[in-house]
């Protein structure tokens, strides 16, 4: 169970059950998050700051990153993965919740001891060009975090590291006395990446790392990334909206929707076999190499959009987009994340868990996807009070017909 879930979290009009963990933490486990959320709040008033309402940017989540592993995150755009990975490096105050880094809460640290936990959790961040500061050369850029963390020993040692940091990530030296702007986009992705391990970091949170980079280029940062993995020992958390960066590069896939995770399981046991409603649709979008598998798999097409997290639907917040929607509990239960069963083997990595009530029977085939009508996000609350509009059930498919 976490153990801080909801305790001093604003009120959330969407909550049923928490999600839950029940997992004890070993020495391998790096980062260990538990029931963490991240609630801004919506200002309105021109002389009083009113608080009318809260964007739930993160709203429960229980996650745990071991060392060495890449856990990559992915969700549609707005789900809320910047917020997390900013709440793990305490970039962003959590709302409720916990942060271990190496069996230490994050929270509890001030000043230089937080200062100097911060050397070891790193970002590369989605946009090389807008974190890098034009003004400064790229030597001043990497320079800058070794001296704020101590790591300067003298003139010659920097030079030293400074060329071993080019090297890594496959850049010239002659790259130190030039600004950012002289350099590609995926050179100055390149740079951000030297400068999240110039200070030696343990974790490094990469937030849509390839993203804004030509499709050519995404592969050798991916596979750079790969390589410094191994050299340095890191771990990652790679955050990204696209399937196929994050397969290739992770051993363990997390699916945010609506600030919570729906489903976690081995990157390879998630892509042969997704089973909630969301990640199937996720999936459909993405072309599998195996043709046989191509072939077998479900194509599952997601209507309506994204609810605003502004507003999040009661109970499951997928049902409003769900096709395997029933009338019993998906409404107004909101599903924990939960192991589920036969779908997990003692060599897994992670045990395959999915936040969906009906998980079992959708995977046995039990229950068939219909036709759904896509309901509004946006008018199920209004400052926390129900206004109404669940939308109308219209699914064949229901428990109720199999029996
Ligand atoms: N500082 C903030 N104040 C208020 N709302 C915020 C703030 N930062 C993010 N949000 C809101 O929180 C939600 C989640 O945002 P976030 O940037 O974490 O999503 P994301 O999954 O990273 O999206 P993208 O894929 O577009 O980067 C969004 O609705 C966003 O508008
Ligand atoms: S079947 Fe119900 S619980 Fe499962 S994802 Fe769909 S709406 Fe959510
Ligand atoms: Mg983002």
């Excluded at 709302?95 to 050397?119: I, M, N, P, Y």
């Excluded at 790392?209 to 890191?234: C, R």
């Excluded at 009661?314 to 409404?331: A, K, L, N, S, Y």
Aim: proline share 6%.
């Amino acid at each position: 169970m976490s153990t801080a879930a909801g305790t001093t979290g604003t009120p959330n009009p969407a909550d049923g059950a928490a999600q839950t963990a029940g997992h004890t933490v070993g020495d391998d486990v790096l980062v260990d998050v538990r029931g963490l959320k991240v609630h801004f709040p919506i200002k309105r008033g021109a002389i009083f700051d009113r608080t009318v309402g809260y964007v739930y940017a993160v709203d429960g989540i229980d996650m745990q990153i071991r060392r060495g592993e890449t856990y990559g995150l992915v969700g549609e755009s707005g789900c809320g993965k910047s917020t997390f990975g900013r709440a793990l490096l305490q970039l962003e105050t959590p709302t409720a919740g916990s942060v271990h880094f190496d069996g230490v809460d994050v929270a509890s640290l001030k000043g230089e001891a937080l200062r100097r936990r911060r050397q070891d959790m790193q970002m590369v961040f989605q946009d090389p060009l807008s974190s890098l500061d034009p003004r400064q050369s790229i030597e001043s850029l990497l320079l800058e975090g070794m001296q704020a963390h101590g790591l300067v020993r003298d003139r010659a040692a920097a030079n030293t590291r400074l060329r071993e940091l080019l090297t890594a990530v496959g850049l010239p030296t002659t790259a130190l006395k030039k600004y950012p702007h002289e350099f590609s986009g995926g050179q100055r992705q390149r740079i951000g990446i030297a400068r999240a391990l110039s200070v030696n970091p343990k974790l490094v949170v990469a937030d849509e790392p390839v993203s804004a980079l030509d499709v050519s280029v995404q592969a050798q940062v991916v596979n750079l990334l790969e390589d410094l993995q191994e050299e340095f020992g890191l771990t990652y958390l790679v955050v990204a909206h696209d399937l196929a960066v994050v397969r290739h590069i992770s051993d363990v896939v997390g699916v945010m929707y609506l600030g919570s995770l729906v489903e976690e399981a081995d990157a390879d046991e998630l892509y042969a076999e997704p089973l909630h409603p969301y990640t199937k649709a996720l999936m459909s979008a993405v072309p599998v190499p195996d043709p046989t598998v191509e072939d077998r798999r479900e194509k599952v097409i997601l209507s309506g959009d994204l609810p605003s997290p502004a507003a999040p639907p009661p109970g499951c917040r997928f049902h409003t987009r769900c096709p395997w929607r029933q009338e019993t509990r998906c409404d107004t239960e909101r599903p924990e994340l939960r192991v589920v069963t036969g779908h997990s083997s003692a060599g897994d990595v992670r045990p395959h868990r999915v936040a969906c009530h009906y998980a079992e029977q959708i995977a046995d085939g039990t229950l068939k996807a219909h036709e759904v009508a896509p309901t509004g996000g946006e008018r199920f609350y209004e400052a926390g009070t129900p206004v109404g509009v669940t939308g109308a059930f219209a699914g064949p498919a229901s428990l109720a017909e199999l029996t």
